[in-house]
């Protein structure tokens, strides 16, 4: 998607090794127009799979999650990071997710009863790196024994090859802006 | 705001002791034509308060906080609880806010520069009780020396006092339901 890439080009910054740091429009400060734009996108790619409810992780997939569903008509479903009083616990699904940039595992939490058997779930996350999370969500979709549309990437860095892995398995995976290489602060973006 | 007091009526329960659990439609499965009716009231509110940029706290405030934002025309920021090794360790506001519902404190963290001298702030977030969050999003906007055109709640727990007390220190507290008491599960509300 022309706009977000331009977006990268322009404020992305990319520090250390391997972070693309986007914190100013999408990940801390959200654009929202930009945002809108990407649901629209994303609404654009899946509108034809019926999808019934998107399914998305906190905290940075909330936004562009809420604003892909107002095309879609459904509703959002966020997962949690580990346990919180707030949800009980009793009937969740639950799967475990790595954060390499954090460098922890998070327990992946998903209330049972927001999922029902025949939902067409849309996965949607802001990154897929390794893959971790969007393995999570597909993990627990299966557990609930849905179909599952695909998954919405805004940015998929694909130097890190996640994101192949997934296609490979017959995963529908689209990203927005694929990075194919950003070696000293170069960043190179995957030929649509 | 009668359409989220009616969603309260219907599918809210009252759990435990004080604990008002809303997440099928707000803060795990989100309702996404709810919140953006939500959104739209806040922005009925506030539309005469010049806002530049929108403030929220990881995770639940983040929905509400971005289709309230597709109304002003802004951008959202949202807060970060504890430390993270994406945001950098330099150039941030931080402040304190202990939740009672997880019963631990998070630092909550804002990157200094999406925050300009000039912006008109409004504070959205899913949940007011005691107002630990919404105390630490002001004290950012103190620290960042901006103005506060206000905070908006979707639901304020009257009943635990947070509200009241932000509104005796001048606070613009607008919150769409108040909940002025819960006992024996029975859901009543401050009139408007």
């Known amino acids: 998607m022309d706009l977000l890439k331009e977006k990268i080009l322009k ?3 990319v520090v250390g090794d391997g972070i693309l740091k986007v914190d100013g429009f999408l990940n801390h400060q959200i654009d929202v127009d930009l ?3 990407m649901g629209k996108d994303i609404y654009e790619h899946f509108k034809d799979g019926n999808v019934t409810k998107i399914l998305t992780i906190e905290a940075s997939g909330i936004g562009l999650a ?3 569903a107002q095309y879609f008509h459904c509703k959002v479903l966020f997962a949690k990071k580990g346990r919180t009083t707030n949800l009980g616990n009793s009937e969740l699904y639950t799967s475990k997710a790595y954060s390499f940039t954090h460098q922890n595992e998070n327990t992946v939490l998903v209330s049972k009863k927001y999922i029902d058997a025949n939902d067409r779930i849309l996965i949607i996350d ?5 893959g971790e ?7 627990i979709a299966t557990q609930a024994g849905v179909d599952v549309v695909g998954v ?4 998929e860095k694909g130097f890190q090859g996640g994101g192949d892995q997934l296609r490979k398995e017959g995963v529908n995976l689209y990203s927005l802006a694929i990075v ?3 070696d000293d602060g170069n960043i190179v973006f995957r030929e649509d």
């Open 35 to 37: 945002v809108s734009a």
């Open 133 to 139: 999370a969007s393995r999570a969500l597909l993990d």
């Open 152 to 155: 919405a990437i805004a940015i």
């Open 66 to 68: 809420v604003v892909a």
């Open 126 to 130: 802001d990154f897929l790196a390794h």
């Open 11 to 13: 404020e992305g910054r």
């Open 180 to 182: 194919d290489s950003m």
